[in-house]
């Protein structure tokens, strides 16, 4: 070892990385994606021009660029894809062989891998978030879903045994902005391997690979219908959810929709499942390997710029290990690479919206008035776009807001523990229950822990890993059923007596 090398090996965990070996630029090609200047709503097989005539633009959040003119589909287009959905129920999907389902299921499935890097890369640009995040995980994900469910398919009795399984007609569904194809992978694959048609909705902001997606169906020849995507804002969903011929809707967004949703429904016999907010905990026990613990810390609240429903926005360390953790943490967050999302090396995108940006911002404004201690790593932000520096909040007290409200963006709150009491009572002290993470070389208290804490889901030294065939859902606030896994029929099926 030459004496500098022994000196760097030297330096404090705190000393500033030294920045002498700069990224050069490694921007994934815009050209894969060829995109219309005007998208209709794909009903019954084909695009139609909304009858409300109302269109609205939908930008690249990292540029605020125009990417393409969509529709605001009115009353009268939600009617329209309720109905070509109930046709292509009655005439086609609740008749057609249940292998012959799951036939098209895997066409789906293969034709999301084959294009994949063109919808990674419009993912990113509608969206904002990192083409690493969007190759790697957003589009492998959306295509196992498909190929996971494509199995159920002519399998439903075996997931219900002695039950005689039915599908229930026609869903509508709802999805939220952060994982868009993915969350319409989660929708989609499961109803129509039940034997159900669909009409989806994505968010207002991230519309594009929802269309694109619309050229699969059409590629994988499933029969007219049965998928029906319409775009729009929180009015179009409204009016998805109070339309009198749909049998089930299935949600994922903010609390405050999901319960709006709830009351819509309540006595109408329609079925639901609401997947909302979580505002979960990462607990850090001492014995824990903490440079995998670091980074799965910074997984769980910077992965997708933290708008994630379950991501681990509340960091509970033990006391004895606290200082060790925070250096290591705020080291590592000097290493994050912010900005171009279509860059291969950016760990971190653009906020999705100008709305989003704003309420993070009021959040963190909270923390600092209340009397958190913030930090920010010295990172440059782009001048355009919108984008918020990865941000964490020492000195939180519990009654904070933002150790209690879901911030949805790169913003980690830190709370200590001495005991595991403590750190379950803390972990639960929220009207949330989507997930927690527990990291520990202890098997017995990992089991204890996950016994006692209220949360659908708990990761034990891993953060933010997701599997088709893993349930997912939440308790409480978070909302009520399960998507992924055999669970996930379970919300698209009506069980006779066999
Ligand atoms: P939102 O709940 O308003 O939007 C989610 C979806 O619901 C979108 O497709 C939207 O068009 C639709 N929608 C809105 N109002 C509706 C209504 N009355 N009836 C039917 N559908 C409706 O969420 P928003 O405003 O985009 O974000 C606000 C906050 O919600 C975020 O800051 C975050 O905290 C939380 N959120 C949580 C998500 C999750 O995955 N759990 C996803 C998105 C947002
Ligand atoms: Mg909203």
Excluded at 146 to 155: H, L, N, P, Q, S
Excluded at 448 to 462: E, F
Excluded at 468 to 473: E, I, Q, T, V, Y
Excluded at 482 to 491: I, N
């Amino acid at each position: 070892m030459t004496k500098d090398r022994r000196e760097l090996a030297r330096r404090p965990d705190t000393a500033a990385i030294p920045t002498a070996w700069e990224y050069a630029p490694a921007p994934e090609s815009r050209e894969v994606v060829r995109l219309q200047d005007r998208y209709g709503l794909f009903i019954g097989g084909q695009f139609v021009e909304p009858l409300s005539n109302e269109r609205y633009t939908t930008i690249d959040p990292a540029h605020e660029e125009p990417l393409a003119e969509v529709a605001q589909a009115g009353k009268a287009d939600v009617d329209r894809a309720v109905k070509a959905a109930r046709a292509a129920y009655a005439e086609s999907w609740s008749r057609i062989r249940p292998s012959e389902r799951a036939k098209y299921l895997f066409r789906i499935a293969r034709i999301l891998q084959e294009r994949s890097r063109e919808f990674a890369v419009l993912e990113s640009m509608n969206g904002g978030k990192p083409i690493r995040e969007s190759r790697d995980v957003d589009l492998p994900l959306a295509a196992a879903h498909f190929f996971y469910y494509a199995g159920w398919a002519d399998k439903l009795e075996y997931a219900f045994p002695n039950r005689r399984p039915r599908p229930l007609g026609v869903a509508g569904q709802i999805i939220p902005w952060n994982f868009p194809l993915l969350m319409l992978a989660w929708k989609i694959a499961p109803a129509l391997a039940a034997g159900n048609t669909v009409v989806l909705k994505p968010a207002e902001t991230t519309p594009l690979t929802a269309l694109l997606f619309c050229d699969v169906v059409r590629q994988a020849e499933l029969p007219p219908g049965v998928v029906n995507i319409i775009t729009g804002d929180g009015h179009t969903g409204a009016e998805l959810v109070s339309h009198p011929d749909v049998n089930k809707i299935a949600f994922t967004g903010s609390t405050e929709v999901g319960k709006a949703i709830q009351r819509t429904l309540a006595g109408t016999g329609k079925r639901l499942t609401l997947e909302l907010g979580g505002k979960a905990a990462n607990i850090i026990f001492d014995d824990a390997p903490l440079d995998q613990a670091v980074e799965g810390i910074v997984n769980g609240i910077y992965f997708n710029q933290g708008h994630v429903c379950c991501a681990g926005s509340r960091l509970l360390v033990e006391e004895s290990i606290y200082e060790t953790v925070i250096s290591k943490l705020k080291r590592r967050m000097q290493t994050l690479r912010i900005g171009d999302p279509l860059d291969k090396n950016t760990d971190v995108g653009a906020i999705n919206s100008k709305q989003q940006l704003e309420k993070i911002g009021s959040l963190v404004q909270s923390g600092v008035d209340e009397g958190a201690e913030i930090y920010q790593p010295p990172c440059k932000l782009p001048e355009r776009g919108y984008w918020f520096a990865p941000t964490v909040f020492t000195n939180v007290a519990q009654s904070y807001r933002i150790a209690q409200e879901e911030i949805f963006g790169p913003v980690l709150s830190v709370l200590t523990f001495r005991t595991p009491d403590e750190a379950i009572e803390k972990a639960n002290n929220t009207p949330y229950g989507l997930s927690a993470g527990v990291w520990t070389e202890k098997g017995s208290r990992i089991l204890a822990m996950a016994q006692r804490l209220r949360a659908g889901v708990v990761w034990a030294n891993t953060y933010n890993r997701f599997d088709p065939a893993s349930p997912f859902g939440g308790y409480k606030e978070s909302g009520f059923g399960r998507e992924g896994g055999r669970h996930g029929l379970e919300s698209y099926v009506a069980l006779d007596d066999a």
